[in-house]
């Protein structure tokens, strides 16, 4: 049996494939049992951390300069923004694929997108029905209240 530590995984290589699937599955087992979202629980299908809100005059210049920018539809600075939001966290309330669309508000002093995005949701990428504010890539999210897009 060979134990590998490569890019945040164990690695295991052993002869006998049945020893094998039942180390996996152990490891597996052991490693759900101890994941943060596991501490949490389960989230219903209708859960959002979205519960918490955040004022728009109370986010970052970037993040309003972003709100401003959706309003006007464009143009924006990164390829990816404007672009489908997946809600693979399932944080945010259930909707459709394609439903969610995601803007980067800038992080002064970092070379990349950072951390931080606004995701929007509604049918009209210009009105949307709500948006939501990330400061730690989609981790959590706050409601954005007092924005009303015309």
Not at 29 to 56: R, V, Y
Request: charged share 20%; net charge positive; aromatic share 10%.
């Amino acid at each position: 049996m060979a134990l590998k530590f490569t890019k945040g995984f164990f690695v295991v290589r052993m002869a006998n494939s049945r020893w094998r699937r039942a180390l996996v599955v152990g490891l597996l087992g052991l490693a759900s049992a101890f994941s943060p979202a596991a501490a949490k629980g389960p989230a219903p299908a209708d859960a959002t951390t979205a519960e918490a809100t955040i004022a728009a005059a109370q986010l970052p210049p970037q993040g309003q300069e972003i709100l401003a920018l959706i309003q006007r539809g464009g143009p924006f600075r990164h390829d990816k923004d404007g672009t489908v939001f997946g809600n693979r966290e399932r944080l945010l309330p259930l909707q459709p694929r394609g439903y969610y669309r995601e803007y980067t508000v800038r992080t002064s002093g970092v070379s990349h997108r950072g951390a931080r995005r606004i995701v929007c949701g509604g049918q009209q990428p210009t009105r949307p029905d709500a948006c939501y504010y990330t400061e730690d890539h989609y981790a959590s999210f706050r409601r954005i209240v007092q924005w009303n897009p015309q």
